[in-house]
């Protein structure tokens, strides 16, 4: 079974500032999915970024950028330019190319974007 | 706006008593899902399925069931519920081709007492 695991529960940053967030997981297939999903005080899931693991370039939107390091089986999450709407629930989710039925989520990092 | 709608948005319940959370998508996404999430574990898969007239059971299915009868719904029910079921509960959904996202509704609070 794959395990996701942030091991910080929570972060904080300054306004302008840059945080990173970690995550790892198990697994023992090659082709799958890595996403970070943030959730802010309305409790809507939105996806940041998605990462496919057959490809070897970081994925980047805007402010936000991946560490995806496939034999390590790390996926951390870089915010550049914290902005006050950036305070949220983040949370790592993994699912494997096969089958497509399970996503994983780790137990998430709460970040505070401090003025 | 195109998405997903559940309902209730929050609800308390009485121990034992049956209640069915609703969702429907209008995206006619192949596949939908129920997670529930609570503090310091994340999301948890509660049930799935892949098409209308199928699903599959998740990481935490016991007490809930669901049904498809069409691509649009997707509705959980708790048979008899417990204290334990106090959750927050989200219903997802994925277009049959794409790389793996789901989309979210807003999620149901259910408080079982």
């Known amino acids: 079974a794959q395990t996701v695991t942030q091991s910080q529960p929570e972060m904080s940053v300054q306004e302008a500032e840059t945080v990173t967030l970690s995550c790892t997981y198990d697994?023992?297939?090659?082709?799958?999915?890595l996403f970070w999903y943030k959730q802010p005080p309305s409790r809507q899931m939105i996806l940041v970024i998605r990462q496919e693991a057959y490809k070897q370039q970081n994925a980047t939107e805007n402010r936000f950028s991946v560490n995806f390091q496939k034999a390590a089986k790390s996926f951390s999450l870089k915010i550049s330019d914290s902005q006050l709407g950036d305070t949220a629930m983040y949370f790592c989710a993994f699912m494997k190319q096969r089958g497509l039925v399970d996503m994983r989520f780790g137990a998430g990092t709460r970040l505070t974007v401090k003025p | 706006i195109a998405g997903i709608t559940q309902a209730p948005t929050s609800q308390i319940l009485a121990a034992g008593r049956r209640m069915t959370l609703r969702c429907t998508q209008d995206m006619r996404h192949n596949a939908m899902y129920w997670y529930r999430q609570d503090l310091g574990l994340g999301l948890r898969l509660i049930h799935y399925s892949n098409t209308a007239g199928t699903t599959g059971k998740g990481e935490v299915p016991d007490g809930y069931s669901v049904s498809r009868a069409n691509t649009d719904d997707f509705p959980l029910t708790l048979a008899s519920a417990v204290p334990s079921q106090t959750s927050v509960y989200f219903c997802a959904s994925r277009a049959a081709k794409n790389t793996g996202e789901l989309f979210f509704g807003e999620g149901s609070r259910l408080t079982v007492l």
């Open positions: 697994t023992s297939e090659n082709n799958y999915y």
